[in-house]
């Protein structure tokens, strides 16, 4: 199974876009998932966590700009990125840690990264 990170581009500042990651296949269960991002330079760092059971964290960077969601039903879980500002430029990496089966182990997958470009 390979986690699939979707839905960067370019965008204005204050612009929106909204990421998702989802598994290539079906699987039994995903725990928490976790969105990092990683700038030119830079080391990759979290931005938004969400757990299995909803419980939330935020960077101080994404707090009342960006909203991570899940939709259990699909295995997807969404970055929702309003008022983008060129610091936001880098690439998205979805991580999260997968049950493929019942009774199966949980393991941890990083998705291949999706780019973020904020720029006039």
């Known amino acids: 199974v390979q986690l699939q990170a979707s839905g960067g581009g370019l965008v204005q500042p204050g612009g929106s876009l909204r990421l998702s990651c989802a598994p290539s296949?079906?699987?039994?269960?995903?725990?928490?998932v976790g969105w990092y991002r990683q700038a030119p330079g830079q080391q990759r760092e979290l931005v938004a966590a969400?757990?299995?059971?909803?419980?939330?964290n935020y960077a101080d960077s994404a707090k009342g700009r960006f909203t991570i969601a899940r939709d259990n039903a699909k295995s997807t879980v969404y970055l929702q990125m309003n008022n983008l500002q060129p610091e936001d430029t880098a690439v998205y990496y979805c991580?999260?840690?997968?049950?493929?089966?019942?009774?199966?182990?949980?393991?941890?997958?990083w998705g291949q990264g999706t780019l973020v470009t904020v720029s006039s």
């Open positions: 991580n999260g840690f997968i049950r493929r089966t019942i009774g199966g182990r949980l393991r941890e997958y």
């Open positions: 296949e079906n699987i039994f269960s995903m725990n928490t």
């Open positions: 969400i757990a299995g059971g909803g419980a939330i």
